[in-house]
């Protein structure tokens, strides 16, 4: 852990953020913090809580000065803060000019894809599982991403629906008739406000705001077998990442392994197993189910995927793993193969939400 300072009350300096890469500037008005500045001026960063929580606002400080409002070791390691690497929503400038590399999906802080603000509208809907569904957005301009990176979406024109949710590719770009096409799969969240607006009615034709991509889950080239673990629709971009695989190539054998409550929960099995059929390597797909009632004919795996994960963990030891979902299986999954498989081989995006990050958002507010 390292130390932090808090920020002196108003100095009535005023700065400039520059975004590297990019010819976008933003002024700063005193003590007012990068994210602040950035979302005031329209900038695409990748951004939740706002509050320190989430760790989606981490970039790199390429040029001047900063201070941090509070300790953010939960995100940005020793080692990371050393090498430039800080959370936006905590960091106000210090110095008259700072700049920051927003993060893409290449190696640790390389910007592949610098993020850009669409229109888009929403061109279908269509019912995956009984709480989720597919949801295709057409953009108004190309959009190019990373299997494994997430978009950001806003309704503008319905009240309270202009901070930003976050929502992974759920296909290959390789794969998309068009580039100005996107996929989601969106679980509706009980008590949520997008999806309870989204699944209220048919919402084709809506207008939206996607911010994207954000974010650096994606494969990693590694001489790996690959254990793909994901939860719900975590699944999203865990299927991108194989389309993707598949694409290109990889010939490395995969462990998928998907938990879902019931039979009914399952979705996308279709594209999955055409996958599996076509996959070059060893293909095993592990559906587990957490809440099958016991009466029925299912005669898959039972349980949680982490009871998987513990019995092969020995053999599970040699892999690259992928994990992705709601942040309680991720963080069970990790307690299980953190110790058998190197901290670099291990890759997951925690799905979390509001209601997640709600008692320490509040508490700093
Ligand atoms: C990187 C990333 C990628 C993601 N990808 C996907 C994806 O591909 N598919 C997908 O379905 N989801 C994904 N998620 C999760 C998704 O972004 C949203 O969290 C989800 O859709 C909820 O949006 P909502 O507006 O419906 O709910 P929200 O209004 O944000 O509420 C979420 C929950 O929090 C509760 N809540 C809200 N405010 C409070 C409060 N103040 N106190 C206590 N509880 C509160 C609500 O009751 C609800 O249960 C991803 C998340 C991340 C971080």
Known sequence: MFGFKSIPKESGRKGTLRVAGSNRVAPIAAGE?????????????????????????????????????????????????????????QSVA???EVEVEVLGAGDDGSVRQAPRRLEASI??????????????LSLAADIDYVAGQYAQLTVPEVPGLDEPRCYSFAEAPTGRSSRRRAIFHVRHVPGGAFTGWLF???????RVCLSGPHGGFCYREADRPLLCVAAGTGLAPIKAILEQGLAEGFTQDVTLVVGARTRRDLY????????????????????????????STWGGRRGRVTDYLRERETSLADCAAYLCGPPAMIDSALEVLRHRIPAKHLHHDRFLDRGSMAPAASAVA
């Open 123 to 136: 061109t279908q809907m269509t019912m995956l599982a009984p709480d989720v569904c597919e949801l295709e």
């Open 268 to 295: 996308a099995i279709e594209s999955i197993l055409a996958i599996q059929q076509r996959w070059h390597g060893w293909f095993t797909f592990v559906p587990v189910l957490s809440k099958e009632s016991e009466s």
């Open 200 to 206: 209220a009615a048919d919402r084709t034709g809506a």
């Open 94 to 96: 210090e110095s008259a």
């Open 33 to 89: 913090t990068h994210l602040g500045a950035a979302v005031r001026e329209d900038i695409p960063f990748p951004r939740m809580c706002n509050v320190g929580e989430c760790g989606a606002c981490k970039c790199r400080l390429t040029r001047g000065q900063i201070r941090l409002k509070k300790d953010i070791s939960r995100h940005v390691s020793t080692e990371e803060l050393s090498s430039g690497f800080i959370l936006a929503c």
